[in-house]
């Protein structure tokens, strides 16, 4: 069986960024990867329905 997930390359985000994401993540009971991929989807369904 095969995942159709990826790996993009890694992002460099400032140290102020990352602790809100992190923040954020442990307020949703979540990884902040999960919190970058919703909102990347929800950014790209907003822009490309224009």
Do not use: C, F
């Amino acid at each position: 069986m095969t995942s159709d997930r990826t790996t993009l390359p890694p992002v460099r985000v400032e140290t102020e960024l990352k602790d809100r994401l992190r923040r954020y993540a442990e307020s949703q009971e979540r990884d902040v990867s999960w919190v970058i991929r919703k909102a990347i989807e929800e950014y790209l369904n907003r822009h490309e329905k224009g």
